[in-house]
């Protein structure tokens, strides 16, 4: 079963804290001199972490003080206090911060996300303006599922000189697949409700090993992910999203893990600051994961 994003319900959603550390790490620590263009301190340098979904409200955004190389730092400041605007077709939408920790949203109920949207980001900080573009992906087309359940092995009995259990799906994916005549660029994220009563894939001493669950695929051109049953952690209903993306979040991805020898500044779609400014369209399919039987 497939459906929008924005019809699912507002306890489930995309681990964004992870799309963030990915795109906040590579400029946790920045050399000033790399850019020509940018403010002469590092309080002064704004890096952006900027996410647009369609469909959905606009509160992903986010502001930090970047960190110059060598500085005794471990973890930037969030801004609370810059001037945040979007503008579409002319029209300006003023956005609000939203507690202390730099993320700003917009309050209103008139913007609204959509396909082949083009979105400016203005931010106006310390005397500094810092723009962006981007505009809103088309959906992932023909989203598919194999099955609505998905099978684990039941692992009853199993244990330190414990036997039994059924262990064919061990080998078998779970696959997602889609339309991707263009090859354009993908990825998928796999998300659960917390039960209160967790009924776990796995018994204790596999599980204490593995930890929690999280999947996030990496950018692809590919048309289908294989999930792998057991990299789940409990039973029941489970949401699998497939996101179509901008090149600017490929970008990013692709240059996350530089060598500290030769450390360079990362791509970036910010006029006068550093991160990122992206849209992402995707579509929801649910699917139950169940206990096949001994």
């Known amino acids: 079963?497939?459906?929008?994003?924005?019809?699912?319900?507002?306890k489930i959603s995309i681990p964004m804290k992870t799309l963030r550390v990915l795109c906040i790490s590579l400029f946790v620590l920045v050399a000033i001199g790399c850019d020509s263009t940018a403010p002469d301190t590092a309080e002064d340098l704004l890096v952006v972490e900027a996410f647009l979904f369609a469909g959905e409200p606009v509160n992903d955004v986010?502001?930090?003080r970047a960190i110059p190389f060598g500085s005794a730092?471990?973890?930037s400041v969030p801004v609370n206090d810059a001037s945040v605007t979007l503008m579409k077709a002319g029209t300006s939408y003023p956005l609000t911060a939203s507690g202390a920790d730099g993320f700003y949203a917009y309050d209103g109920e008139d913007l609204t996300i959509e396909t082949g949207d083009t979105f400016l980001l203005s931010i106006d900080y310390n005397g500094t303006t810092i723009t962006a573009t981007t505009t809103v992906p088309g959906p992932p087309q023909n989203v598919q599922l194999p099955?609505?359940?998905m099978p684990v092995p039941n692992f009853a009995g199993i244990g330190f000189g414990g036997g039994g259990g059924n262990f064919d799906s061990l080998s078998e994916f779970f696959t997602v697949t889609w339309d991707n005549p263009a090859a354009n660029y993908h990825f998928v994220v796999v998300t659960s409700d917390d039960p209160e009563d967790p009924d776990f894939i796995l018994p204790d001493?596999?599980?204490?090993?593995i930890g929690d669950f999280e999947i996030i695929s990496e950018p692809t051109t590919a048309d289908f992910h294989d999930?792998?049953?057991v990299t789940l952690s409990w039973?029941?209903?489970?949401y699998v999203t497939v996101y179509q993306i901008n090149q600017e979040y490929v970008d990013l991805y692709e240059n996350r893990e530089q060598d500290s020898r030769d450390l360079t500044e990362p791509p970036?779609?910010?006029?006068?600051?550093?991160?990122v400014f992206t849209a992402f369209n995707g579509v929801v399919s649910i699917f139950d994961v169940v206990r096949e039987s001994l």
């Open 62 to 64: 986010r502001l930090k």
């Open 73 to 75: 730092d471990s973890s």
């Open 235 to 238: 039973l029941g209903p489970h």
């Open 1 to 10: 079963m497939a459906y929008n994003r924005a019809n699912r319900s507002s």
């Open 227 to 229: 999930i792998i049953p």
């Open 147 to 149: 099955s609505s359940e």
């Open 268 to 275: 970036s779609n910010i006029e006068g600051g550093l991160g």
């Open 205 to 209: 001493f596999v599980r204490d090993f």
